[in-house]
């Protein structure tokens, strides 16, 4: 592949070249200061942690400085995801074309980000300026220092498409790219009187159907939820271009989405320290000699760790290698090893400490405590749901040819593994008692992880240090990733709600025959639907702000309401053939999707059957709520 690219380089000329070059070293710049600043938000509310409650001497100017940085780390991150071309995008359609067309549809892309970061630059310069005389409360620095990072990122993701577009399209890619775009924008500009004609409506336009072909032909989610934005406030209204800058500023500045990185971080030093492979150990050695053993030990694995790193296919990654190869010496077929991880990774968006969990707390006004407090039961349930499903088909497998693991192995792998048991519980204790808040108690996490590292390295386990570098980069760029598509989404979100389009759709939900469970049943086929285009963040900050308050008119609780949510989501996300969640499965387990899609509807069935009792038992979700 580095040859390829190197052969193709060298054709398109030294200017190619210069630029592809320059770009990346400048990138590298990014990077570096985006590890920095996930360090340096690490340590700064460790300190503001440590002094709030170890030393009763509150640091009033740790939040407003680590809000401050977040801005532009969530603003490089997003950089770097581009670069890296790490951004959120639905792939399954653009893969299965010929190759001409596929790369047709790259330059397509790659040239709706460099127009959508383009024309953003000059209302994000707007919006600093008009931030600079405000000052912060504690540490009385202009706000406009915070929000110059939205222009300084637009400009370094302009320069990153730009060099995309040099190093992967051709010529002849990016003439037809540009009449592409161009007829488009020309048939919109053309067909503008018909589409103001028809009110409300003119949204499936912008909304439905230019959000459709972008994401189905490979655009990033984040910027094709801005792209039609865009569009929506240039040819159907008079709002000035800022108000998309306002409000993506608006929707990434939320303090309480500074956990994203944390968390994100955290799950991959858990990865790191070896921890992860401790609890799989002892798993390993308490269930691996029963039938089906293993399949328990990956589900139980699936539960403990998740939700922690942030990301399904990081949770998967971080599990499958540990555990696969001595499934597969014992006789599983790799196709049911692949679709058993799919469906773990579906159930486990609700168990805390949950990005999907914190996002809607963030987005929809709901208690992250009570989430956190809410999102268990349904999970227990969920893994109640597989679990059965595998002994089911562990019925009819050969005995397990492993002896009972001996009383002393046992224990010594508890011993080994207890670092890593306690961590989710500490997690889920510390935020659920209300003795910290979620973005505190992943610093604390973090602390954590690292010191038991430290110590398991003093033992004999190694640990590959050196990666550290590359882990602060891989968080900044996910964090990036996941953070400009909340706030393009929010941009998006209020587009629609000055439409009077949620005013609208809460009239009509409101108007459904059957009450509260028929729009429990509303909403799972819509969020299935959903989770199978578009992952869980996007979805919940696009449809989150709009559907809460229609269920909370209905009277449904909003845990309640956001646990139905989320496993519908996760059900979406992993079910093929649309599910992205489902191919990044067998993506990590190696194996073809057609060996794994037979297998995969027994599991997927049975987290159906889980989520109508969640949705029709509420006291699963708020039974334990103070």
């Known amino acids: 592949m580095h040859l390829t690219l190197t052969k193709k380089l060298e054709n398109d000329g030294w200017l190619a070249r210069g630029l592809t070059t320059a770009v990346d070293w400048v990138m590298h710049g990014v990077g570096a200061v985006a590890a920095c600043l996930v360090v340096a938000e690490t340590v700064i509310l460790l300190c503001g942690v440590i002094f709030r409650y170890g030393l009763n001497q509150p ?8 809000s401050i940085l977040f801005s532009w780390l969530a603003m490089l991150g997003a950089v ?59 540490l009385q620095l202009p ?5 110059a990072a939205l222009p300084v990122g637009a400009a370094l993701m302009l320069m990153a498409a730009l060099a995309r577009i040099a190093r992967e399209v051709s010529p002849g890619q990016f003439v037809g790219a540009l009449l592409t775009a161009g007829a488009i924008a020309a048939a919109l500009w053309i067909a503008q009187p018909y589409l103001l004609a028809l009110g409300n409506l003119n949204l499936i336009v912008f909304f439905v159907v230019l959000v459709g072909l972008c994401v189905a032909g490979g ?19 008079h709002a000035p271009l800022g108000i998309v800058v306002s409000r993506m500023d608006e929707g990434m500045a ?13 799950g991959a030093l858990l990865e790191l320290s070896g921890l992860a492979r401790c609890l799989i150990d002892f798993m390993a050695a308490l269930l691996g000699h029963v039938r089906g053993g293993l399949q328990y030990v990956l589900l139980g694995a699936m539960f403990l760790v998740s939700g922690i790193s942030g990301a399904k296919a990081a ?14 010496r014992r006789g599983a077929k790799p196709e049911e090893l692949v679709a058993l991880l799919s469906s773990t990774g579906a159930m486990t968006e609700t168990i805390p400490p949950s990005l999907v969990l914190i996002t809607i707390g963030a987005v929809c006004g709901v208690s992250i405590t009570a989430l956190f407090v809410g999102g268990i039961m349904p999970a227990v349930v969920a893994t109640i749901a597989i679990g059965f499903v595998c002994w089911r088909r562990a019925r009819h497998e050969p005995p397990s040819n492993s002896t009972r693991a001996p009383m002393r192995t046992i224990l010594r792998t508890f011993v080994i593994a207890l670092p890593a048991l306690a961590l989710p519980m500490l997690i889920r204790a510390v935020v659920i008692e209300g003795a910290a808040t979620a973005t505190e108690v992943s610093t604390i996490g973090i602390a954590y992880t690292l010191i038991a590292g430290m110590l398991l390295h003093l033992c004999g386990r190694r640990i590959e240090w050196r990666r550290f570098y590359s882990l602060l980069l891989d968080t900044a760029s996910l964090s990036g990733a996941i953070l400009l598509i909340i706030g393009l989404a929010t941009a998006m979100a209020w587009a629609l709600t000055q439409s009077g389009f949620s005013a609208s759709l809460v009239s009509a939900m409101e108007q459904i025959p059957g009450g509260p469970r028929a729009f429990l049943c509303v909403s799972i086929v819509l969020f299935v639907v959903l989770g199978s285009v578009l992952e869980g963040i996007p979805a919940i900050v696009l449809f989150g702000p709009l559907l809460f308050p229609v269920a909370r008119a209905l009277g449904i609780h909003d845990v309640h309401y956001a646990m139905v949510v989320i496993l519908s989501m996760g059900l979406g996300l992993f079910a093929p053939p649309m599910g992205v969640g489902f191919y990044a499965a067998c993506a990590i387990g190696k194996v073809s999707p057609d060996r794994v899609v037979s297998r995969v509807w027994g599991y997927l069935g049975a987290l159906f059957i889980a989520l109508l009792v969640v949705a029709f038992v509420p006291w699963l979700s708020i039974g334990f709520l103070k």
């Open 219 to 237: 655009v990033p989610i984040a910027f094709s939820f801005g792209t039609a934005t865009l569009a929506y406030l240039v040819l159907m209204t």
């Open 143 to 147: 706000d406009g220092w915070r929000c």
């Open 80 to 138: 770097l995801a581009l670069h890296r071309g790490a951004h959120m995008r639905l792939t399954a359609i653009v893969t299965r074309l010929p190759e001409k067309w596929r790369g047709w549809l790259e330059a397509v892309s790659a040239l709706t980000v460099c127009t959508f970061v383009a024309l953003i630059i000059t209302p994000a310069i707007e919006h600093m300026n008009l931030q600079m005389p405000v000052s912060t409360p504690a």
């Open 254 to 266: 939320n303090l309480v989405l500074l956990s994203v990185p944390l968390f994100v971080l955290l």
């Open 59 to 66: 640091l009033i100017w740790s939040d407003e400085l680590a």
């Open 315 to 328: 949770d998967m990654a971080a599990i499958a290698p540990a555990l696969f190869p001595e499934m597969q």
